[in-house]
């Protein structure tokens, strides 16, 4: 589906008001599989794309075409090429730093927003990635990891099996936060997280694959070019300080993901004008609609059944 100038490979389900599900990384529509058809018979048109440089949507080559505006535009342009006029987003790690984003930047085009693991943040008064890595020298940061380009890049595509087993089971509810923070002693991030025993429960091993084959054929530079526009994202909002949030919002995440860790929910208070609530979902870690599949579900068409959807 050609949207914003990219080619979009879309997952779709169900008719009635749109819900747009965005996944972050490293990902795939493919991670909502479990939503997809819980909203069609909860009686929603849920679409789920592969974002922009991952699965088999366009990788454009230039890191500057990551940018969150570009991101933003895509959702916008899907919503247009869908003839969708308004919609839901919801929005997963990364995807909710679009969804979010999405909500700052075209309102009239949302019934509401949910963010899931990344709650809204701010506008900060310093360039992210930056002010990080002056007030912690000699720390390994997996975001700083990812500035310098194709070094991450080679690191997570040097064996993509081992990539993708270990993120997706060490930052699962009941393990560790596997090597996003540490003493920078020249490791890189795969290496600094745990090999896992076995799978856990909520994904099988043709599950993985999935994730698996697609990042072997693509590679991971797609995905790690979003974090490397993120000071250029601080750079081009300054339009965007003190915006907050005013469609309906909504955040899930696993009372156990570690981004919640580092940025809690409590930072919303006062920023979403219209806020429906917190689910935060025992047992749960980052991926958490895939990890509890049904709580999400069940949080999600809450909300959804909660909104005026007729406009």
């Not at 890191?63 to 997963?92: E, N, T």
């Not at 991030?189 to 994904?203: D, F, M, S």
Request: net charge negative; hydrophobic share 45%; with cysteine.
């Amino acid at each position: 589906m050609r949207a914003n100038g990219i080619d979009l490979h879309v997952l779709e389900a169900g008719v009635g008001p749109a819900v747009v599900l965005l996944h972050g990384f490293p990902e795939l529509a493919y991670s909502w599989r479990h939503q997809l058809p819980a909203l069609a018979d909860a009686g929603y048109r849920a679409v789920a794309p592969d974002m922009r440089g991952y699965g088999r949507s366009s990788r454009p080559e230039e890191v500057s075409a990551y940018g969150l505006d570009d991101l933003c535009g895509d959702v916008v342009g899907l919503l247009d090429a869908l003839a969708i006029d308004k919609a839901v987003v919801v929005g997963h790690d990364w995807g909710a730093m679009v969804a979010w984003g999405v909500a700052l930047r075209t309102p009239g085009r949302l019934h509401g927003v949910v963010g899931m693991s990344v709650p809204f943040i701010p506008r900060p008064t310093r360039p992210p990635v930056a002010n990080f890595e002056a007030r912690n020298p000699g720390v390994f940061f997996y975001i700083s990891y990812f500035q310098a380009p194709g070094v991450a890049d080679a690191d997570l595509g040097a064996d993509p099996r081992t990539t993708v087993t270990r993120i997706l089971t060490a930052w699962a509810g009941g393990s560790s936060e596997g090597g996003v923070l540490g003493p920078d002693d020249g490791r890189g991030l795969v290496e600094r997280i745990p090999e896992p025993g076995a799978l856990p429960t909520w994904i099988t091993q043709e599950e993985l694959d999935v994730y698996v084959t697609e990042f072997a054929r693509t590679g991971f530079t797609g995905g790690i070019n979003w974090y490397r526009n993120m000071d250029r994202n601080w750079e081009r909002s300054a339009h965007l300080a003190g915006a907050k949030v005013e469609v309906p919002a909504f955040f899930i995440a696993g009372a156990l993901d570690g981004a919640i860790r580092m940025w809690s929910p409590e930072r919303m208070e006062g920023w979403l004008l219209d806020p429906r609530g917190t689910v935060l979902v025992e047992g749960a870690g980052h991926w958490v609609q895939q990890e509890q599949p049904a709580e999400v579900n069940t949080a999600l068409v809450g909300f959804l059944d909660g909104l005026d959807l007729g406009g």
